[in-house]
């Protein structure tokens, strides 16, 4: 079992609608990232959060904003969302911000279909 | 722009055989991982190897790392059905994040 978990399991939404996606974690890590996954491609990272605070954005739309409430969770804003933008949208979390040297632990995945 | 490149994409293999997957990758790194990932569902952490390491083993894994020719191999002896699922490698170069390769689809058949 991951100790990673991610709500909703499923969402669908309408282009003009605003969701958010939730990512929880007990660990004690202080690392959160946010990645998205197109079938059959690997996972494309979009942000980075180190101590509650965004190091990385990886040039992504600002239709998508995550927000770190905390040490333990992770959210991603949805808003006015393209159906291109379907897909597994994949939260992990490392011990730090230096995944070059630990693991990556990942969540189930939220699978995004936007209509 | 992708760092590892497994090869073979896609392979398929009975119960109880081996299984071994590649990894090429570009430029210098500090570590390299395996995830694997069943579909639809979460990556799961396999292996770490570092730099510095040539060989790591955990239980029915193996995991070569070759720095010189810049590639890594996965083994999975005595394969069993529960092992299909998508492997990834993940390089960690020495600045930046991990990077995920394009991954193998294993299909071991009972």
């Known amino acids: 079992d991951t100790e990673v978990t991610q709500t909703p399991k499923h969402l669908v939404m309408g282009m003009t609608n605003k969701k958010s996606l939730k990512c929880e974690q007990h660990?004690?890590?202080?690392?959160m990232y946010w990645y998205k996954q197109k079938a059959k491609k690997p996972p494309e990272l979009m942000f980075v959060?180190?101590?509650?605070?965004?190091?990385i954005n990886e040039s992504v739309p600002s239709r998508f904003s995550p927000e770190c409430p905390n040490s333990s969770l992770l959210n991603l804003h949805l808003h006015a969302l393209q159906p291109e933008d379907s897909a597994l949208y994949l939260c992990?979390?490392?011990?730090?911000?230096?995944?070059?040297?630990?693991?990556?632990?990942f969540g189930e995945g939220s699978r995004l279909t936007v209509l | 722009s992708q760092q590892g490149e497994e090869d073979p994409q896609a392979l398929s293999i009975q119960e109880g055989e081996n299984a071994t997957m590649n990894c090429s990758y570009k430029?210098?790194?500090?570590?390299l991982q395996w995830y694997r990932q069943n579909s639809g569902r979460g990556l799961v952490h396999l292996i770490l190897?570092?730099?510095?390491?040539r060989e790591k083993h955990s239980g029915r894994l193996r995991v070569t790392l070759d720095t010189s020719k810049k590639s890594s191999s996965l083994l999975i002896t005595a394969s069993r059905a529960a092992d299909t699922a998508s492997y990834f490698c993940?390089?960690?170069?020495?600045?930046?994040?991990?990077?995920f390769g394009k991954g193998t689809k294993l299909s071991v058949k009972p």
């Open positions: 992990a979390s490392s011990q730090v911000r230096l995944a070059n040297t630990g693991e990556l632990f």
């Open positions: 660990m004690g890590h202080r690392a």
């Open positions: 959060y180190s101590y509650e605070k965004l190091s």
């Open positions: 430029t210098s790194i500090n570590n």
């Open positions: 190897i570092r730099s510095n390491e």
């Open positions: 993940a390089t960690a170069p020495s600045q930046g994040n991990l990077i």
